[in-house]
């Protein structure tokens, strides 16, 4: 990473600081002063609504880029992982009668407990075979949680009620806001710190290749499973939100499909950073809104085309942006924000 | 009886598994050449079968019912030409040299863009193709098995047929085989690996349009059961091993066998689709003490 000219680095903490210079200091206080501050008072009920949709597909975004960006193993169960995490908080609240705050821990856990389980087959099988063995894995939860009727409520699915925090109840966008912010930053730096430290950097190392990382003495089993539960965590936090956010679960809400798009937003935004996973879900999700706002013009124009159209454009969409990201800039957006950054820096010299 | 009902479940299951093992030979095919693992054939399964429908109905709709046939052959045969050059030309070869990751996060993505190019064509409820194979049921002694089901059988076995000896004798499979050895060795002896990559995904295309059309004159011709037959491939392909042919065959019958018989044990007990989840938990199971599948390679791996 190229630092402002003239910065230099006298120890390692200052080589690992998130925030290095004054004036990233003043930029980082004072954006986060308007975005939690003002923001949420001069916007939209609608606008507030979409960026608390992204806000918890970030989170989970988060832990699958975790896994699958810094430790190389893919995940196309995530949106199962999620399932996981929804349903455990909504058979506390709706069985057991627990607030939602207790379900949090519980859900990151068991969703945890449930990613290891599947994440066990990645001692001895990689590549396609472990993204094939997590694709079995969204199925098989899935399955799961249609079955058990008794205490998922099968088809019909669960309903939620609000979210309490002593009397402050949440029933609206800005409340949500706040909720979902807090975990939001809670966890971007629990992510951040993970990634830069001893476990992040065993990450890496068995993603670039596992043989030499365990002829390194890294301990190949223990860091793997950690990975998974590490994702699978994040997905039950994520999931936990989705539940109280829409106040109703139920199985159709949790595709296969889903799954797909959180690779879509990590590989957009750049496999294997943590700001990058922010630039793609922002990203994606403002398409897929510009999308759905074009719609109802499109199908009144073209009545023939039908009343999927817009499903079946959002995915055409999707896939498009997503392939030609992979063949044009595999890095992402986060790669490209380097550069920029870069050559405002050494702008007017070209050193 | 309990015995009869067992060989009921083992016969049609592996009558079932023929289309499985269809759909897997796709798959292992363009694996063996080009090191790409294809996870979008179930769609485009759906994309031939739904062409297919198209193409029978405008022939029967002008009033050529009698040509329906070469038609909707001459017109897959167009569409695989066309998918497969899309594919090579302007997928893959910007992709030379990049990790095999990127690969397969391509064909997810470009197995979602043909399924939402099928939503948007051909949108709403499943379509009913014209008769093509005999339906009903016969008996032999007291195990009644589908017509349908068997004619789809013999149809997939010809085809598998098929491709293996263009795979084993003629210059182009020897290509194939040379290519999925080693492709710079292939290109050094003057094989061209894009003809190669072409030539595999036409073959995947057209396996997955005759195994879509099998699976909509069967069941019905929706997207949901085509996708449902388009995943159970999957672990078909990787209980068999990647790299081997008579494993995708193999793997396809274990498949559908495994799927008549929790759906005929196991139903009543967990209250239906277990024959959807089956398959995975023993794939999974298999995976954890063959790694790399009946019959695929141990890959020795260096640093």
């Not at chain 1, 999927?308 to 063949?327: A, D, N, T, W, Y």
Request: net charge positive; aromatic share 14%; with cysteine.
């Amino acid at each position: 990473m190229k630092r402002p000219c003239g910065t230099f680095d006298t120890d390692y903490g200052q080589d690992m600081a998130i925030a290095r210079t004054r004036f990233q200091w003043i930029v980082g206080i004072v954006a986060a002063l308007i975005f939690f501050v003002v923001m949420p008072f001069f916007t939209s009920t609608d606008m507030l609504s979409k960026i608390n949709i992204i806000g918890i597909a970030i989170i989970a975004a988060l832990g699958l880029n975790i896994l699958t960006g810094y430790c190389g193993q893919l995940n196309f169960g995530h949106s199962g992982f999620i399932a996981v995490g929804a349903y455990i908080t909504g058979i506390l609240i709706t069985h057991l009668g627990w607030n939602w705050w207790a379900t949090v821990p519980v859900a990151a856990l068991g969703t945890a407990l449930i990613g290891l389980i599947f994440g066990l087959p990645s001692l001895r099988i990689k590549g396609f075979y472990i993204a094939v063995t997590t694709l079995a894995a969204f199925y098989i939860i899935m399955f799961i949680i249609i079955r058990s009727e008794n205490l998922t409520g099968g088809i019909y699915g669960l309903n939620i009620g609000t979210v309490q925090l002593g009397n402050i109840i949440f029933d609206n966008e800005q409340k949500f806001f706040y909720l979902i912010m807090f975990f939001l930053v809670l966890l971007t730096f629990f992510a951040k710190n993970i990634v830069r430290g001893r476990i992040g950097r065993a990450f890496i190392a068995i993603r670039d290749n596992d043989l030499a990382a365990e002829l390194m003495g890294i301990n190949i089993f223990k860091y793997k499973l950690l990975a998974f539960a590490i994702c699978s965590a994040y997905a039950g936090i994520a999931g936990s939100l989705f539940a109280a956010y829409y106040g109703y679960i139920s199985a159709e809400q949790f595709t296969f499909r889903e799954s797909i798009w959180y690779i879509g937003y990590i590989i957009v935004g750049g496999m294997g950073t943590i700001a990058g996973t922010f630039f793609g879900v922002i990203f994606l999700k403002v398409l897929e809104s510009i999308v759905t706002g074009f719609a109802p013009d499109l199908s009144s124009l073209l009545p023939v085309l039908g009343s999927q159209l817009i499903s079946g454009l959002m995915i055409i969409m999707f896939s498009i942006v997503v392939i030609l990201f992979l063949i044009f800039e595999p890095r992402g957006l986060y790669h490209r924000w380097e550069l920029a950054k870069t050559t405002i820096r050494l702008w007017p010299f070209l050193y | 009886m309990d015995f009869m009902f067992f060989l009921q479940l083992t016969l049609s299951g592996i009558l079932v598994g023929g289309i499985y093992a269809l759909l897997a030979l796709g798959i292992v095919l363009l694996y063996k050449a080009s090191g790409i693992f294809n996870f979008a054939q179930g769609d485009m399964t759906a994309l031939g079968a739904f062409a297919a429908w198209s193409l029978m109905t405008w022939a029967i709709d002008a009033g050529l019912a009698s040509l329906q046939v070469p038609i909707m052959i001459i017109g897959v045969i167009i569409l695989a030409f066309i998918v497969a050059f899309i594919v090579e030309h302007f997928m893959l070869r910007p992709l030379i040299g990049q990790p095999v990751i990127v690969a397969l996060m391509l064909t997810i993505c470009l197995g979602m863009a043909i399924s939402g190019v099928v939503t948007v064509i051909w949108p709403g409820p499943g379509r009913v193709l014209p008769p093509l194979i005999p339906t009903g049921s016969f008996n032999i002694g007291p195990i009644s098995l589908s017509m349908g089901n068997l004619t789809s059988f013999i149809v997939c076995m010809i085809l598998f047929g098929i491709c293996v000896l263009f795979f084993q004798k003629t210059k182009l499979g020897l290509a194939m085989r040379g290519t999925s050895e080693d492709q710079q060795l292939a290109q050094s002896v003057g094989i061209k690996v894009t003809v190669i990559f072409f030539a595999c995904w036409f073959i995947a295309q057209l396996l997955g349009t005759f195994s879509g059309v099998l699976v909509g004159s069967v069941h019905i011709l929706d997207r949901g059961t085509l996708a449902a037959f388009g995943a159970r491939a999957f672990p078909a392909v990787l209980l068999g091993g990647l790299e081997s042919i008579p494993g995708a065959l193999i793997g396809g019958f274990i498949i559908g066998w495994v799927e008549m018989l929790s759906g005929g044990y196991l139903d009543k007990a967990l209250g239906g689709g277990a024959g959807e989840i089956m398959p995975f938990i023993i794939m999974l199971i298999i995976l954890i003490f063959r790694p790399y599948g009946l019959f695929g390679y141990k890959r020795i791996e260096r640093i």
